[in-house]
C-alpha cells in the first residue's frame, strides 16, 4: 500500500466517475516522472515519493484542477455520501415495507398470493421513489450550502495538508451488501409465504380452509425445507457481517 496509490485514491474521492480512470492514470504518470527526479537527485525512493507529494499539495485542491465547471445537482465531494444513505435506506426500508404489506394484504385472504405480491411491490416502488426524491433534495442544498462532508473538514489549528493526513486505501468488500439483504429478505418471504396462510387459518378457527400446500408436506420435505433455509439465513447473516469470502464461509 504506497503513499502513491493513497494520495491517487484521495484524488479520486473528489472526481466524477466519467472522468476518474483516465485522470487517476494521468496523475499516476506525473508521479512517478516527478519521483524519478527526485531519486536522481540522490533522494531515497520514499523520500522522494514525500517530496512530491508535498509538493503537489491537498488532493482535494488538486482534484479541482481536474474538475469540470459544477453543472450537477450533487457535485463529487457530497457524491460518495449520497449514494451510501441512498443505499443503505432503501436496503433497510424497502425490504420491511415489502414484507409488511405482503403480510398485511395475505391477511385479508391467505390464498391472494398474486394480489399480495402486487401489493407489495407497488408500495415499496412507491417508498422508494419518496426516499430517492427528498434525500436528493436535502443533498442538493448541502451541495450549494457552507457544510463540508466528512472526508473534508478542516485540519486542526487550519494548519497546512502532509502527506501523514494521507488516509489508508479502504478495504475492498468482496461481498455485496444489497445483494446479501435482498437474499435475507428473500429467504424470510418465502418462509412467512409458506407459514402464514396455515397460522392465520388456524388462528381463525378455520380448520376446513384449502391449504396452499399438501398437508402431508409437513411431515417430512417441509421441516427438512426449514432447516436448510434456517442454514441459509444463518449463512447470509455471516455474509453480511463479514463482507469477504473465507475459507469457513467458502
Known amino acids: 500500500m504506497s503513499l502513491i496509490d493513497r494520495y491517487i485514491a484521495q484524488v479520486g474521492r473528489h472526481l466524477p466517475d466519467k472522468d476518474r480512470n483516465d485522470i487517476e492514470a494521468e496523475i499516476r504518470?506525473?508521479?512517478?516522472?516527478m519521483v524519478d527526479e527526485q531519486n536522481q537527485t540522490g533522494a531515497t525512493n520514499e523520500a522522494g515519493v514525500t517530496a512530491v507529494l508535498q509538493q503537489l499539495g491537498d488532493p482535494a485542491l488538486l482534484a479541482e484542477k481536474?474538475?469540470?465547471?459544477?453543472r450537477y445537482l450533487i457535485g463529487p465531494s457530497w457524491y460518495e455520501f449520497y449514494v451510501k444513505i441512498l443505499q443503505r435506506v432503501l436496503v433497510t426500508a424497502l425490504p420491511v415495507v415489502t414484507m409488511v404489506i405482503f403480510i398485511l394484504t395475505l391477511t385479508k385472504d391467505p390464498l391472494d398470493f398474486i394480489n399480495a405480491v402486487g401489493e407489495a411491490v407497488g408500495s415499496a416502488f412507491g417508498v422508494g421513489l419518496q426516499i430517492l426524491f427528498w434525500i436528493t433534495i436535502v443533498f442538493v442544498f448541502l451541495e450549494r450550502s457552507d457544510e463540508v462532508p466528512p472526508n473534508q473538514l478542516p485540519r486542526p489549528n487550519n494548519r497546512e495538508w502532509t502527506v501523514a493526513d494521507l488516509?489508508?486505501?479502504p478495504k475492498t468488500r468482496q461481498i455485496s451488501i444489497p445483494e446479501t439483504v435482498i437474499d435475507i429478505a428473500s429467504i424470510l418471504f418465502v418462509l412467512v409465504w409458506?407459514?402464514?396462510?396455515?397460522?392465520?387459518?388456524?388462528?381463525?378457527?378455520?380448520?376446513?380452509?384449502?391449504?396452499?400446500?399438501?398437508?402431508?408436506?409437513w411431515n417430512f420435505w417441509l421441516p427438512l425445507f426449514f432447516v436448510l433455509m434456517g442454514l441459509?439465513?444463518?449463512?447470509?447473516?455471516f455474509k453480511l457481517k463479514i463482507g469477504n469470502w473465507t475459507p469457513a464461509l467458502t
Not at 29 to 33: F, K
Not at 199 to 215: I, K, Q, W
Open 194 to 217: 409458506i407459514v402464514l396462510p396455515s397460522t392465520l387459518a388456524s388462528f381463525r378457527g378455520e380448520p376446513n380452509s384449502v391449504p396452499f400446500l399438501h398437508p402431508n408436506l
Open 232 to 237: 441459509t439465513l444463518i449463512h447470509e447473516v
Open 66 to 70: 481536474y474538475s469540470p465547471p459544477k
Open 167 to 169: 488516509p489508508l486505501l
Open 29 to 33: 504518470s506525473t508521479l512517478e516522472d
